[in-house]
């Protein structure tokens, strides 16, 4: 695929930040198509045959990064399938190897967002999803240790860009609404 007939946008943030949330409103206004990584790995864990069901559920239960090999292909073989040239790749890449590997082997992005947010209202924001989600990281052992690993190897992909300046930084402890008030003007910049 190439940066000239493919968008990416990687949407980046803390556990809880609200990177789902957002991606469904940008693909109402947008047209994007939303790929989120822990969504697709999630899928293949519970295919059935699926040789990495075990492993993808460990990883994730211990808030680690499942081997990019697993997370890129589920994302290649997404974007392939999709007939779209607009994506918005949620939750990944997660480590600056990945990052690398990614636009290396599958596409350039374009552009990144990053949702900053307090790492208390992420866990209140967890732990009352966790009464309903039936995730298996949405209680606080794995969400503590979802936080440990954000900050000392997903947070530095976003350090990378940002001296890329490929940057948008969003504050996001608010509304929903008010969040979205935030990104959408982002979007239409670029992409309308
Ligand atoms: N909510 C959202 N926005 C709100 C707002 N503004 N005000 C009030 N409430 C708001 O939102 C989380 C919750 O908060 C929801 O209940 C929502 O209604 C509410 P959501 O939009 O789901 O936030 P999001 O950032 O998407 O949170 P998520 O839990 O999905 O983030 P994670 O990054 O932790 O989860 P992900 O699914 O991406 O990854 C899970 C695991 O998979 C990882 O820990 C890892 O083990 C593995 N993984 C990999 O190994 N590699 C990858 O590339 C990706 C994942
Ligand atoms: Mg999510």
């Known amino acids: ?35 989120s990584a822990g969504d697709l790995l999630r899928e293949e864990q519970e295919r059935k045959g699926s040789e990495f069901g075990e492993l993808i559920r460990n990883y994730i239960k211990e808030g680690k990064i499942v081997p990019m090999e697993i997370t890129i292909a589920l994302l290649e073989k997404a974007m392939i399938e999709n007939d779209s040239n607009r994506f918005l790749i949620d939750g990944f890449p997660r480590a600056l190897d990945q990052a690398l590997q990614f636009e290396k082997e599958v596409v350039e992005s374009t552009s990144i967002l990053f949702f900053d947010c307090p790492e208390e209202v992420m866990l ?41 300046n490929k940057v948008h930084t969003i504050p996001c402890a608010d509304d929903v609404n008010v969040v979205y008030s935030k990104v959408k003007p982002i979007f239409e910049e670029m992409f309308q």
């Open 1 to 35: 695929l190439s940066k000239d007939d493919v968008t990416v946008v990687f949407v980046l943030g803390g556990p809880g930040s609200g990177k789902g949330t957002q991606c469904a409103k940008l693909v109402q206004d947008f047209g994007f198509v939303h790929l």
């Open 124 to 164: 209140q924001r967890l732990l009352k999803r966790g009464e309903t989600s039936g995730r298996i990281d949405d209680n606080i052992e794995s969400i503590k240790k979802r936080f440990v690993t954000f900050k000392s190897t997903s947070y530095p992909v976003v350090e990378h860009y940002r001296t890329l």
